[in-house]
């Protein structure tokens, strides 16, 4: 079985960083991020495989966040930067067990397990 720990969320102006971490205990392939804002639906961040090649993200993010993978493979972080009000949500790692398919990065059903989730809330 495997567990993600999230860790990393605040409060944070307009313009400002802030980098989410999640650990990973035990093994997994393709790891994600997505976020959820209030009355919205779980929106897809960015994604990345376990051997940290080639992230992708979503139009939302990208050139303003960041996916890496650590070292050991047993944790991979979201640096974000230029934030903005509208990246206000809830934050979740998420994680599956075989490597998913590149064309299914953005889909919550193709991820097996997921963080406990951490709030990021960007204020002006």
């Known amino acids: 079985q495997v567990q993600l720990v999230e860790s990393g969320g605040g409060s944070v102006q307009v313009g400002g960083s802030l980098t989410l971490s999640c650990r990973i205990y035990g093994n997994a392939r393709t790891r994600a991020w997505f976020r959820q804002a209030p009355g919205k639906e779980r929106e897809w961040v960015g994604a990345i495989n376990s051997d940290g090649a080639g992230a992708d993200y979503s139009d939302a993010v990208k050139g303003r966040f960041t996916i890496s993978q650590g070292n050991n493979r047993n944790a991979f972080s979201l640096e974000m930067s230029s934030l903005k009000p509208e990246d206000t949500a809830m934050y979740y790692c998420?994680?599956?067990?075989?490597?998913?398919?590149?064309?299914?990065?953005?889909?919550?059903?193709?991820?097996?397990?997921w963080g406990q989730g951490t709030q990021v809330t960007v204020s002006s």
């Open positions: 998420a994680a599956a067990d075989q490597i998913v398919p590149f064309f299914s990065w953005s889909a919550a059903s193709a991820f097996d397990y």
